[in-house]
């Protein structure tokens, strides 16, 4: 058999323009000779560097790589010893590495799903909240075969779910008003229901593992009442902790502290280009002094909406410890890495990514920012969200207040 050598590169052709997403390719080398298969996956070139990096989906993305990677290894070895002498047949590898599993029944997940929910003891409410996910399903087109379970296919239809158009009242077309999309509380429920009936094919064996466990936290609930955030102390805690510099505990706290002090998500930290920002002179209201400080507005990954980001000196701190970059941790590797930091500090709120831009908000009002700033700053589309966090204070307010009535009459009675 003929040597060769396989590896994945970014756009071999060069057609790629700057900031747009291109194609991962796998290069197969015999004799001198390229031969390169499109891998199907498209990402920006800065987030290629050998592996995919800056992405949320990264692991799951490199996890598909390794995999595409095996099979056509094995496809080029499995050629070469059923052939021996031909040149290998390109067409025939692809085949290969590209075919569905064991001649995977046409439409066999949405057909299997479409089986099940009858099956299911549930009431009639939510009986219907499932026979709408197969209609989405069979309109989608993206997730029929069980070998379209991957987490970009979920991401995709995600996005496609936010797309959706509501359905209107006649007056409402003849009134000529824009046409609304779903909610992020309706997009979450189609989640978190195929979540579960994936969950059931699981059990019965039928696949192997639930996609949805590899994007934990990511496909959200939309706007809540209930908003999480940490005390001072806590933060105070977060901050005193120094794990040894490299490991994957300092890392995590550090990443952490960085949203904490700039309000940005995971994604949008993880693409986090100092490159973007450019330092300004700002008036200091408590100085009236000019000072510099690195500034940006951008759009956040997950909606497109434009967000304006300011790094304080607590952000500064951690950019400096690696090399004006944000750490780069893997989403599960984060969250493991904050149960640990939780557990050690003993703090009863759960330490997950989302927190710490909770925290950025509501410190940011309770120190007398205006809520359209905050706004802006945390990239939301309306101020309607972000009032969630000022309730949040208002009720912490009439908290001390009643602590305040309690320790006045405790003070009468004691004189």
């Given amino acids: 058999m003929e040597k060769f050598t396989i590896a994945v590169v970014f756009d071999h052709r060069r057609r790629t323009k700057d900031g747009k997403e291109g ?19 498209h990402v920006r070139e800065k987030d290629w560097a050998g592996a995919v990096v800056h992405r949320a989906d990264s692991d799951a993305l490199n996890d598909r790589l390794g995999l595409i990677v095996q099979a056509t290894t094995k496809a080029v070895t499995d050629w070469q010893r059923q052939n021996p002498g031909k040149a290998v047949d390109m067409d025939a590898v692809k085949r290969q590495v590209f075919s569905e599993p064991e001649r995977e029944e046409k439409d066999a997940m949405l057909k299997w799903l479409t089986k099940e929910v009858p099956k299911l003891k549930i009431k009639d409410t939510t009986r219907r909240r499932y026979d709408v996910l197969i209609n989405r399903l069979e309109k989608y087109d993206g997730l ?67 996609p949805y466990e590899r994007v934990r936290g990511e496909f959200r609930k939309g706007i809540t009442e209930n ?39 995971y994604s949008d930290s993880q693409a986090f280009d100092i490159g973007n920002y450019k330092k300004t002179a ?50 599960v590797q984060y969250n493991e890495s904050l149960k640990v930091i939780q557990k050690a500090l003993g703090i009863k709120t759960r330490l997950h990514s989302h927190l710490a831009r909770h925290t950025f908000a509501t410190r940011m009002l309770a120190y007398g920012a205006k809520l359209e700033n905050v706004s802006k700053a945390l990239g939301h589309t309306n101020t309607r969200q972000t009032e969630r966090y000022a309730k949040v204070l208002a009720e912490s307010v009439h908290n001390d207040y009643t602590m305040f009535e309690e320790k006045l009459k405790n003070a009468a009675k004691g004189g």
Avoid: C
């Fill in 23 to 41: 194609p991962l390719e796998v290069r197969i080398t015999i004799q001198r000779k390229h031969y390169f298969i499109s891998t199907g996956i």
């Fill in 144 to 210: 029929r075969q069980w070998s379209d379970l991957t987490v970009e296919r979920l991401y995709d239809f995600d996005r496609w779910l936010h797309n959706i158009e509501k359905a209107q009242s006649n007056g409402d077309r003849q009134a000529g008003a824009e046409p609304k999309k779903i909610g992020d509380s309706a997009v979450y429920n189609y989640h978190r229901t195929l979540r579960a009936l994936l969950s059931r094919a699981v059990k019965m064996g039928i696949i192997e593992t639930n």
């Fill in 227 to 265: 908003v999480e955030y940490l005390s001072e102390d806590e933060i105070a805690a977060i901050e005193s902790l120094h794990p040894m510099a490299g490991t994957q505990m300092a890392m995590a706290r550090d990443l952490f502290v960085f949203q904490m002090y700039t309000g940005l998500s």
């Fill in 282 to 331: 700002i008036i200091s209201q408590r100085t009236g002094l000019k000072e510099w400080r690195w500034v940006h507005t951008g759009k956040r990954i997950k909606t497109g909406v434009a967000y304006v980001s300011d790094l304080l000196p607590q952000a500064m701190d951690v950019l400096e410890r690696y090399g004006m970059q944000v750490p780069k941790v893997g989403n």
